[in-house]
């Protein structure tokens, strides 16, 4: 048994929200192996300039301002059936906005995906039939990511991400550091170190308290694996989805996604989904 401490919040809460932390979760060896296997992901995929997307324009135009360049979009410029803009736009996008990056992949498709999921079950009880994708995410100095919650507020969806792993890959000289906003709970990367913590209650509820951002990277570099895993498991999950046709791009064409201004950042990523499809957006809100 993989023993972990629970972190003490420094703020009084009334919510059900835990965080614990589990030192050595993962050897110098296995962190090492992830940085790599990311890198390489990134290099592969940065052969061609990436499609930024966003969840509205106005959220785009909000992080462009940061930028002071001047740069507004509209409507107009998205391609035909997409929250997408053109290569031409998102060259000059590239110029202007900074992200966090994002690789996955998913169980089976490495032999990893297995250690870690047992290994994830006999220190929290996460069960693997409810876990997600692995996603592995670093971030650049300057870089970070706004505060959020993992599940969806307000919502009665129980297929939904109750409870987060995260594993520290490197150390981080300053900066970085995993803050809940609500508990008064502040975590330094530490190689190696693992946090869980739930989102949702035990009806099935997305909690506020679990409010949380990555804070800037100020000096060094951050790297991170990531698991979500889910209140009720559901046909699919865990499986790679199929990847939409739209926009039209090139193989191995990567996405960068602005989301929503104030709960969120840029971030690229090496897959493709739907949520910047409207069509299919808008059937999601009537099913």
């Not at 009084?12 to 050897?27: A, G, I, T």
């Not at 865990?238 to 939409?244: A, L, M, Q, V």
Request: glycine share 8%; net charge neutral; charged share 25%.
């Amino acid at each position: 048994m993989i023993k972990g401490v629970e972190i003490k919040p420094r703020k009084p809460h009334n919510s059900s929200v835990r965080v614990y932390k589990f030192d050595d979760f993962l050897s110098e060896r296995e962190c090492k192996g992830l940085i790599a296997a990311h890198k390489r992901h990134i290099e592969e995929f940065s052969r061609v300039d990436p499609i930024f997307c966003c969840d509205h324009v106005a959220d785009m135009n909000k992080h462009l301002a940061q930028s002071g360049k001047g740069l507004e979009l509209s409507e107009g410029d998205l391609i035909p059936g997409t929250l997408c803009f053109d290569t031409s736009y998102s060259a000059q996008l590239k110029s202007l906005l900074r992200w966090s990056y994002s690789t996955a992949f998913y169980p089976g498709e490495s032999p990893f995906s297995r250690v870690f999921a047992d290994r994830v079950q006999r220190a929290a009880g996460l069960n693997p039939i409810n876990g997600g994708k692995l996603q592995l995410t670093s971030y650049q100095e300057g870089v970070g990511y706004k505060t959020h919650t993992d599940c969806m507020l307000g919502s009665s969806e129980q297929r939904d991400r109750v409870a987060t792993i995260l594993v520290y890959l490197d150390d981080v000289a300053e900066g970085g550091e995993t803050v809940f906003t609500e508990l008064g709970i502040e975590v330094k990367p530490k190689k190696g170190m693992a946090i869980v913590w739930n989102n949702m209650n035990e009806k099935g509820i997305c909690e506020p308290a679990s409010l949380h951002k990555a804070a800037k990277v100020n000096d060094g570099h951050k790297y991170i694996i990531q698991r979500w895993y889910y209140y009720k498991s559901f046909y699919g999950l865990g499986d790679r989805p199929p990847e939409p046709t739209l926009p039209e791009r090139l193989p191995q064409t990567a996405r960068v996604t602005c989301d929503q201004y104030e709960h969120g950042s840029c971030r690229w990523y090496d897959e493709w989904n739907y949520d910047h499809i409207p069509d299919y957006l808008s059937k999601m809100k009537l099913s």
